[in-house]
């Protein structure tokens, strides 16, 4: 079976998580990927689901949960596009998977993401929690909808009842990368300890400032400071962790000018100050 391209989800505008009713006419029978995290809920239907390298039956009432970038389908046995219908649930991988490395409440979250790669089989329980929501996800508005998506991830990643497609986990596949894209997180990679401007980002990529902006929010659904403020604070984690520089040093090397803002960004993703976040990964090491 062929892979075709990329499959990028469309979201709302500025948003990071969609749902709709697929049908055999509304998906093609082609392996697909796509750089979100999918879950898929079969409300009707029986035939071979295809994963990865992976084949098996799938029947009524099956509830996938699917990394980024692992190809898939869903081929019905009945051809016939009343025989078949799921509920699709996609979100923002880097969205999520950033509230999960930054925040302590999503641990468990994130455990259960990371086992994604494998191909979760969810358990029937967990299928009828998705049924019993099924309109309220389709229906909710934005943030009540992301709300609910957190709740049910969060039930989910407290039950140890799932088994996985493959125990080695799948080769995830590549989007063809951005180039403008590629360039802006070089930049950011190899200048982070600087001064850095709009305008020398800007540049890089042969753009105005406004159409910059414009360009890397609607990609990264975030404001590019947003997005280099996140990166130099999970620099600074590394730094914590595996050196002996002191806070302040710690600051400057990352790009903070203003170490009272440094203090600031580092308290809001993780809640604690610096010397305390290092503290606390010191004890916990064995």
């Known amino acids: 079976m062929t892979i075709k391209d990329s ?14 009713m697929k049908s055999l006419d509304s998906g093609g029978t082609h392996l697909h990927f796509h ?18 390298s992976h084949s098996d039956h799938f029947e ?14 869903w081929v019905n046995k009945k051809n016939k596009s009343s025989t078949y219908s799921s509920l699709v649930m996609q979100w923002d991988g880097e969205f999520i998977d950033n509230m999960c490395r930054f925040t302590p409440e999503f641990s468990q979250i994130g455990k259960l993401l990371s086992l994604s790669s ?46 996985f497609l ?52 609607q990609t990264y659904k975030k404001p590019f400071f947003t997005y280099l403020n996140e990166f130099r604070i999970h620099k600074a984690y590394k730094f914590l962790e595996e050196t002996d520089l002191r806070v302040n040093e710690i600051g400057y090397a990352c790009g903070y000018d203003c170490l009272q803002f440094f203090y600031r960004q580092f308290m809001k993703y993780t809640k604690c100050a610096p010397q305390d976040y290092r503290k606390k990964f010191l004890m916990d090491i064995p």
């Not at 879950?39 to 994963?51: F, I, S």
Request: aromatic share 10%; hydrophobic share 35%; glycine share 6%.
């Open 118 to 163: 494998k191909g979760v089989v969810l358990n029937k329980d967990s299928a009828r929690e998705i049924r019993r929501c099924t309109k309220d996800l389709l229906n909710l508005p934005p943030f009540e909808k992301l709300i609910l998506l957190l709740q049910i991830l969060n039930d989910f990643s407290k039950s140890e009842e799932y088994k």
């Open 35 to 52: 750089p979100s995290y999918e879950m898929n809920y079969v409300l009707k239907g029986e035939g071979v689901r295809y994963v990865g």
């Open 7 to 20: 499959l990028a989800p469309t979201f709302a505008n500025n948003g990071s998580f969609r749902t709709f």
């Open 60 to 73: 009524e009432g099956d509830l996938i949960l699917l990394a980024p970038g692992i190809p898939h389908n």
């Open 166 to 217: 493959s125990q080695e986990g799948f080769q995830p596949k590549k989007a063809i990368p951005n180039t403008r894209i590629e360039t802006v997180k070089e930049f950011v990679e190899n200048n982070f300890g600087e001064k850095i401007t709009l305008k020398m980002v800007a540049d890089r990529v042969n753009m105005s400032e406004g159409a910059f902006s414009r360009f890397f929010s």
